[in-house]
């Protein structure tokens, strides 16, 4: 049973930058695409940025594109947001997400497919 937590959340300037990890245990996430989401109070989530199991394939949802990377690192079991440029409007709950990938280059950004979740961290932007 892979076991997600996040990490790197706060409070931060508009403009400033924040790096997110998702950290797994009980398990490799070698064979696991994985994403990040992220939820306002009694909103639906939001897709933000997905990443095929080796790395070599990345999606971003339209409103992060030039502003969010996405990355990995296997070694480490541990995925990465890098968020650049952020915005008051960034502000919300963002969680990390995995599921089984079926193939190496496979993204996913539908939130329903995805079989293990984090608890979220908190990025607060301020005007």
């Known amino acids: 049973q892979v076991q997600l937590v996040e990490s790197g959340g706060g409070l931060v300037q508009a403009g400033g930058s924040l790096r997110l990890s998702c950290a797994a245990s009980?398990?490799?996430?070698?064979?696991?695409?994985m994403a990040w989401f992220r939820q306002a109070p009694g909103k639906e989530r939001d897709f933000v940025a997905a990443?095929?199991?080796?790395?070599?394939?990345?999606y971003y949802g339209d409103s992060v594109k030039g502003r969010f990377t996405i990355s990995r690192d296997n070694t480490k079991n541990t995925m990465y947001l890098q968020m650049n440029s952020l915005k008051p409007e960034d502000t919300t709950i963002y969680c990390c997400?995995?599921?089984?990938?079926?193939?190496?280059?496979?993204?996913?950004?539908?939130?329903?497919?995805?079989?293990?979740w984090g608890q979220g961290t908190q990025v607060t932007v301020s005007s």
């Open positions: 997400a995995a599921v089984r990938g079926a193939y190496p280059n496979y993204v996913e950004d539908r939130a329903g497919v995805y079989d293990f």
């Open positions: 009980g398990g490799t996430l070698s064979n696991y695409a």
């Open positions: 990443i095929s199991w080796n790395g070599a394939n990345t």
